[in-house]
Nanobody
Framework: QFVESGGGLVQPGGSLRLSCAASGFTFSRYAMSWYRQARGKARELVATITSAGGSTVYADSMKGRFTISRDNAKNTVYLQIDTLNSEDTAVYYC?????????WGQGTQVTVSS
């Protein structure tokens, strides 16, 4: 189970830190990813972090402004987003990697608008 939080309305150029609390499985054994889905578009991968947090991978279009991290002691994965722009408006989700289709949470809405 995943519970995402930290989204909200933010002005262009602002920053947000999203959190995803995981439960029901051994969190530290799994790579984790953040995905996002804008209205009318397919869900897309944002970033992935390995089980121990030693390695991260970002989608090409996400490099530079997104930072994924995790705290295995808290069963939580984070996504820092800097210099937000309107194209970042979406619902953000976390899941293990590869994702389990039946495990998607409610996500957290990020809206970038002035």
């Amino acid at each position: 189970q995943f519970v995402e939080s930290g989204g909200g309305l933010v002005q262009p150029g602002g920053s947000l830190r999203l959190s995803c609390a995981a439960s029901g499985f051994t969190f530290s054994r799994y790579a984790m990813s953040w995905y996002r889905q804008a209205r009318g578009k397919a869900r897309e991968l944002v970033a992935t972090i390995t089980s121990a947090g030693g390695s991260t991978v970002y989608a090409d279009s996400m490099k530079g402004r997104f930072t994924i991290s995790r705290d295995n002691a808290k069963n939580t994965v984070y996504l820092q987003i800097d210099t937000l722009n309107s194209e970042d408006t979406a619902v953000y989700y976390c899941n293990i990697e590869p994702p389990v289709p039946s495990s998607w949470g409610q996500g957290t809405q990020v809206t970038v608008s002035s």
